[in-house]
């Protein structure tokens, strides 16, 4: 290890520059390393957890394309069972003759042998009975990283605030620094449900209490200066769009006019699944502000998508009207934009994060429109929305939020629902496979035959066999010179050159993170095939199949799993089409001590929160910032984490 490890390159990608960093950065599952019991009559899919002695030295096989460790161990059960493990070449060395190991094992019915899935010392086996595995980056190994916790466990942390003490006793929670050492090294299932228990609680309550600037000044009870609205070109736009409106989105184009006809400011939300036509209402009332000669701002979640909404919003607006402001443009680029933004009272801004910088001025700004809300922090929101003194908001999301939770979570909100289809439902199949590449590659060569775009989902950029990295090597070789990849931490241009290369079917297979699963629009696309599905939440799961059949045609999506206890799990995505129901149900079955995956790529700003099951906890959250937030003179640490928090919205 590095005398300093936080000036390892591999941390820095994870972007951990601090020791706090690296206790909040928990482990997304465990091993179970508790003994299998008995042999078993029947080996199933399940892995087997068996102690085993090497009576020989491992061989090692060297194939063109992988190389094969074949050893022998006397188990535990007094067996003997022949191991395989693949390009695992650190084994010749770490595994020791007539030195007992705890192995995991699968058994591989077609060759009547084992496939080796992990190995332990004993040792480890006593220290961690729940062995954490973490998201890490290529070249960093997950036992230095567990070192690195440890030793870092042991040092003096700051937090920026810690719960009171009486309320730390009211709700029989633990101190922040021993819940975060439960989870990462818990002697049980329990302890990692108690140490989230208090994270849920501290997440709850610092968001309360950081919510202050942005609900004041959109409260219906804050007054603009109303400005007439011409409906005739609100009626001539909404009859130029080239589809049937559903009577959802009628409605809700109707509520967002009365809103941004009234005194009062609109604060509302607008929930719609995947396709249900968010961005057309959206489009909507950008121009329905425009209309009363003000600007209007979309902020959305990513690049990618800014690009594609602004190239889209063309088909409705004039270019001059329209201004793109992501990160990385030209200093005289932005002087244009800054021009513009000076100049023109009806500019239409579409853009990331980039949109809140300090140089970012507006003249008329009359309307904000955040995409995908959940992906803000709350003090990116508010930024925008004190640009200007008063402000109409509108958010939208594809996560389905309950009535009541609504109102405690965004205060006195009003509620648009996109529940029809603007279209006919879409001809999308679903299926788990195994990971067995001939079956997949048969599945890729039908849909490029036809002329169709193939999605490759990966939960990591790299760092294992599934990750972006590692699944280009493996495309690459079998689809030369057909491949484009897609993921957060590439430059602009390269995202912007890969992208369309897949939309022109010049590189028709794109391995990407989950950074497509919101408002990337390949209509032709028809096959996507999610590795690790395990690590995806179920919502996250059904925005990612949205992505294709959007063209009306069949297509499928296939979810790569070869863990039988996720398979039960995943039977949701099979069975339904239904967003809300899905959402709902991952909510509802979403526990944060599930062993296998704890942290998923979800659906929420909230890192620990389950926003249907823990509705109690956030509630209580809640009255108790406002409480503390009235007595704030007389707590100087309250007060100095709410003036530093808001300036780095990262809390836990």
Do not use: W
């Not at 899935?117 to 062995?131: D, E, G």
């Not at 810690?162 to 002697?187: D, G, S, V």
């Not at 309360?208 to 007439?228: A, E, G, H, I």
């Not at 057909?482 to 993921?487: D, I, K, N, P």
């Amino acid at each position: 290890m590095l005398k300093d490890p936080f000036l390892a390159p591999s941390l820095k990608r994870l972007g951990l520059t601090r020791p706090l960093d690296v206790l909040y950065h928990l482990p997304f599952r465990y091993e179970v390393l508790t003994l299998t019991k008995e042999a078993p009559v029947f080996f199933g899919t399940e892995p087997l957890n068996v102690t085993g002695t090497l009576d020989r030295l491992p061989v090692l096989n060297v194939y063109s394309k992988h190389r094969v460790i074949s050893f022998e161990i006397k188990t535990h059960f007094k067996e003997t069972y022949q191991v395989l493990a693949y390009n695992q070449t650190y084994l010749m060395k770490a595994l020791k003759l007539h030195e007992s190991y705890f192995f995991r094992l699968k058994y591989d019915f077609k060759r009547r042998l084992f496939i080796l899935v992990s190995f332990r010392s004993l040792a480890q086996v006593s220290k961690y009975p729940l062995y954490p595995i973490y998201s890490l980056t290529r070249g960093q190994k997950n036992y230095e990283f567990i070192r690195l916790v440890e030793a870092t466990l042991k040092k003096p942390v700051t937090f920026p605030y810690l719960i009171p003490e009486t309320l730390t006793r009211k709700y029989h929670l633990l101190p922040l620094l021993q819940a975060l050492k439960m989870i990462h090294f818990p002697k049980n299932e329990a302890a990692i449900n108690q140490g989230y228990r208090t994270l849920k609680y501290y997440e709850a309550l610092c968001f309360f209490l950081l919510q202050k600037d942005y609900q004041k000044p959109v409260s219906n009870d804050y007054l603009k200066l109303s400005k007439q609205i011409d409906a005739s070109r609100v009626n001539v736009f909404l009859n130029h769009i080239n589809f049937p409106l559903t009577n959802d989105q009628k409605l809700a184009i109707k509520a967002i006019y009365q809103d941004l006809k009234s005194k009062r400011l609109m604060y509302r939300l607008l929930v719609g699944d995947v396709g249900s036509g968010k961005t057309i209402v959206a489009f909507s009332a950008l121009f329905i502000n425009q209309s009363r000669q003000m600007q209007g701002a979309l902020l959305v979640p990513s690049e990618v998508l800014a690009r594609q909404h602004y190239e889209n919003a063309k088909a409705y607006f004039k270019e001059t009207d329209l201004c793109l402001i992501v990160g990385g443009q030209t200093a005289k680029a932005r002087n244009e934009i800054k021009n513009r933004l000076k100049n023109n009272p009806q500019l239409i801004i579409i853009g990331t994060h980039a949109l809140l910088g300090n140089q970012i001025e507006y003249l008329s700004l009359g309307l904000i429109i955040i995409d995908e809300q959940h992906k803000f922090g709350v003090d990116q929101r508010s930024k925008l929305v004190q640009k200007v003194e008063a402000v109409d908001l509108l958010l939208m999301s594809a996560t389905p939020i309950p009535r009541t939770l609504s109102l405690t979570l965004f205060g006195d909100i009003s509620l648009s629902t996109l529940k029809e289809m603007p279209f006919k439902t879409r001809q999308v199949t679903s299926l788990i496979m195994s990971s067995e590449f001939p079956a997949l590659k048969t599945l890729i060569d039908a849909t490029l035959k036809l002329k169709r775009q193939v999605y490759i989902i990966a939960p990591r950029i790299e760092g294992d066999e599934a990750s972006v990295a590692d699944l280009k090597t493996d495309y690459d070789s079998s689809y030369p010179g057909l491949v484009s990849y897609l993921h957060g931490r590439m430059k602009r241009e390269e995202i912007a050159s890969q992208l369309q290369a897949f939309m022109d079917f010049k590189k028709p297979i794109l391995i990407a993170t989950s950074l497509v699963e919101v408002g990337i629009d390949v209509k032709n696309a028809g096959l996507m095939i999610v590795y690790h599905p395990e690590l995806f939440g179920l919502s996250s799961l059904h925005q990612l199949r949205g992505r294709i059949g959007r063209d009306g045609r069949g297509a499928t999506f296939i979810m790569v799993s070869d863990e039988a206890r996720e398979n039960a799990r995943l039977q949701a995505i099979l069975t339904s089409n239904d967003g809300y129901k899905i959402a709902t149900l991952d909510q509802e079955i979403r526990g944060i001590g599930d062993l296998n995956g704890v942290r998923q790529s979800g659906d929420s700003n909230f890192k620990y929160l389950n926003i249907i099951r823990d509705e109690a906890l956030i509630t209580c959250a809640k009255k108790d910032a406002t409480d503390l937030k009235q007595h704030i003179s007389q707590d100087k640490a309250l007060e100095a984490f709410m003036a530093t928090a808001s300036k780095d919205d990262k809390v836990g």
